[in-house]
DNA sequence: GGTATTCTTGACTAGTCAGTCAAGTTTATT
DNA sequence: AATAAACTTGACTGACTAGTCAAGAATACC
């Protein structure tokens, strides 16, 4: 299936459509009047709205890796990249404010919890983004070991599990009050205690 | 308005349904069916749908709070208030496989984040019942403070927003991933990590 | 230029949605 | 026993739902 701008202009739209409000909440009917597409095409593109969400998650996520891999270079040292990331946090809830009105959190969580329990592909995807996610982690993780800033037993995959869990749980409890506050205040420090490490010791930025 | 029968069985029906599904997936008419309810009386006790998860989600919290209140009484030391709180969380997860035949996580935080955009009042109900549950981790970590195992100037609600926040977030990863075993292996090990305690000094229970 | 393929269009199902309402039944009050 | 209040019933909106389909338009291939 060629990528077209039909096509395109769908997914585009039905990510942030979702992102801002929920799967449910938002038809396949609003999709297309948002995108001026007519839903005989949609259904030319996509076999079912399901298809389109699990289609719009894969594109999302490549499109933010672009920032990741910036962030999480290994050019960066290890504390710089958690620091960076949560920067970069900061920013797109900062920037889903601006665009869509109100504090929007982490999409596939917001989706795959939303549709964990009656569509397997939505949530198997969304499964699938955080597993592919947490690979940044316990890269820097791993160097954080070299460098010696953590023990040579740290388990690498559990830490970094922890990490994806607090991280994923603030934007969600940022989406629930509706405030950047907490996340301002408290996730560089939070996910730097994870680490062990006393952020008071860092550079602010 | 009285507690009726009628309207106590809307309301248990109501939160099992939306937890286990979703607020949207969850159609009045399918509360009313289970409930054996005609739809004429739901609008007599209820006003709206939205009113009713409202109405819901407090009813579900004030149950859990006998529980909880359990777990964390003073007449438990400190650690072994999180330690037992841990245990319970997981045994929720268990039964709430066994009666639903999926992982089902936290149904505040689920709730919350796929209506947050939509429907200001139970977006601030779920808000609301985060920041009473976050008391009890307040209070357990001042005790903590007291008898020596945290520092004095330990900042007790930042700290608190970092139980809530990893506790939640490994919840919805639960759902995500629809498995405990993430739960099950990471839990107790991370919260105490936050607390900044190795929990290998722990009995194992 | 002709043909096949891809894409678009708009009308169309058939079912579901939250919510309403008037008439009826039960219960509590006096 | 009479009256009022609380509650129940079932039929009813009107709007919206995901998805279908056949016919036509645009494009690519030969």
């Given at each position: 299936m060629a990528v077209t701008k039909t096509r395109d202009r769908l997914v585009e739209i039905a990510i942030e459509m979702i992102w801002k409000n929920s799967y449910s909440s938002v038809s396949v009917d609003d999709i297309c009047r948002s995108a001026d597409v007519r839903k005989g095409s949609f259904y030319h593109y996509f076999k079912s709205k399901a298809e389109l969400a699990v289609v719009a998650m894969e594109q999302h996520y490549q499109k933010a890796q672009v920032d990741f891999d910036h962030v999480f270079s290994?050019?960066?040292a290890p504390l710089e990249r958690f620091e960076k990331y949560v920067e970069l946090a900061l920013n797109k809830q900062k920037q889903a404010i601006k665009n869509y009105g109100h504090v929007c959190g982490c999409p596939f969580a917001s989706i795959g919890s939303e549709m964990a329990s009656q569509d397997n592909l939505i949530r198997e995807k969304a499964d699938e983004v955080f597993r592919r996610h947490q690979r940044y982690y316990e890269s820097t993780l791993r160097d954080m070991v070299a460098e010696g800033l953590?023990?040579?037993?740290?388990d690498i995959i559990a830490r970094a599990g922890e990490i994806s869990s607090y991280v994923c749980g603030q934007m969600m409890m940022a989406r629930v009050q509706n405030s950047l506050e907490p996340l301002e205040r408290d996730l560089k420090i939070g996910l730097f205690r994870i680490l062990?490490?006393?952020?008071?010791?860092l550079n602010a930025s």
């Amino acid at each position: 299936m060629a990528v077209t701008k039909t096509r395109d202009r769908l997914v585009e739209i039905a990510i942030e459509m979702i992102w801002k409000n929920s799967y449910s909440s938002v038809s396949v009917d609003d999709i297309c009047r948002s995108a001026d597409v007519r839903k005989g095409s949609f259904y030319h593109y996509f076999k079912s709205k399901a298809e389109l969400a699990v289609v719009a998650m894969e594109q999302h996520y490549q499109k933010a890796q672009v920032d990741f891999d910036h962030v999480f270079s290994p050019t960066n040292a290890p504390l710089e990249r958690f620091e960076k990331y949560v920067e970069l946090a900061l920013n797109k809830q900062k920037q889903a404010i601006k665009n869509y009105g109100h504090v929007c959190g982490c999409p596939f969580a917001s989706i795959g919890s939303e549709m964990a329990s009656q569509d397997n592909l939505i949530r198997e995807k969304a499964d699938e983004v955080f597993r592919r996610h947490q690979r940044y982690y316990e890269s820097t993780l791993r160097d954080m070991v070299a460098e010696g800033l953590l023990p040579e037993d740290t388990d690498i995959i559990a830490r970094a599990g922890e990490i994806s869990s607090y991280v994923c749980g603030q934007m969600m409890m940022a989406r629930v009050q509706n405030s950047l506050e907490p996340l301002e205040r408290d996730l560089k420090i939070g996910l730097f205690r994870i680490l062990g490490i006393d952020s008071k010791h860092l550079n602010a930025s």
